[in-house]
């Protein structure tokens, strides 16, 4: 993961990821973690927090 932010920025993480299909094909993508979700629960019947939303930022066929 590589994490960014500066100062007074806010914090995000971004993942590349290699994503598999059974027959073969495979995509490299690039994930950013956002902070700008609506609260919900983590589970049924927990309290409402703030979850990072994964966004797709890139998908490439390798």
């Keep these: ?30 994930v950013t973690a956002v902070d700008d979700a609506l609260p919900v629960p983590a589970s049924c019947g927990a309290a409402l927090g703030a979850p990072a939303r994964m966004r797709v ?3 490439q066929s390798t």
């Design 1 to 30: 993961a590589h994490v960014t932010g500066g100062a007074g920025e806010a914090v995000t993480a971004r993942w590349s990821v290699t994503v598999a299909h059974l027959d073969g094909r495979r995509w490299r993508v690039t």
């Design 57 to 59: 930022d890139a998908v």
